[in-house]
């Protein structure tokens, strides 16, 4: 299994567009990006590659990282950062299979799967998928499990990617606060590698309307808000869920300059082979 990061951005991206913040001219300086979230998945096996969400970036993405395009596609969720990059498919790829969850969300009405289809109903050149949470399914040759993770009001799923020949596996927490149910921890648990959401230091939920959540033993927040993990958060995700390696994902501009670029904070084109 090669793995190889191709967003680890949130939303805006890092450098975030006429920002002159110290982060964003600190990652020019560098000459590092943090696109938005996608993540793609070779098996070497097989030959074949699954992408993980659909960034509005994905077409720099493939041509900057070099890699091959995707045979199938998952999406966690529907938020314009991990689903919007979809229409690069159009003329770019051909039957391709694009996993999402089934179960409805209350507060849209329709699962993943569905708005997705009904979003992308004009493109021949995907077929939505719909999968039900908990039940692993083939997808490039690896054992893929959606598990529901916690983003509201919106669902959201992390999910374990496994080669069942190898036994390499990738953990996702997915877009989530630190409060993802046992159910779940126990799919993501003991991954060789864990993608885990962190989005800015547990000192910044001052700045939130909602502040924060999920306090350490120290009183230290583990939730920003209440969509996603503090940084911290997603260093005790990857503790609590013995990961043998993990990287932190879907940082922000926000985090001040000097601890914004520390070892386990992934940029993109990071590679790692399983
Ligand atoms: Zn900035
Ligand atoms: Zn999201
Ligand atoms: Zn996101």
Redesign the pocket.
Known sequence: MEVTLLGTGDT?G???PS???????R?IELGVERSRFSVHVHNERTGESLLVDASPDLRSQLLTHEVPLPDAVVITHIHFDHLDGLGNAYRLLEDVPVFAADETDPETGQSVAETIDEKYHYLDAITVEPRSPFEPFDACGFEVTLVPVEHPPLVCYGLAIEDPDTGAKLSLSGDSNYGIRDRSREVLAEPELLFADGIVPAKHARYHPRGGDHPDAEGTYRTFGTKHMTIEGARALADDLEADEYRLVHLS??IPAEEAFEEDMAIDGERFRL
């Open positions: 805006t890092t450098p975030t920002c002159d913040c110290d982060t964003c001219e990652a501009h926000y």
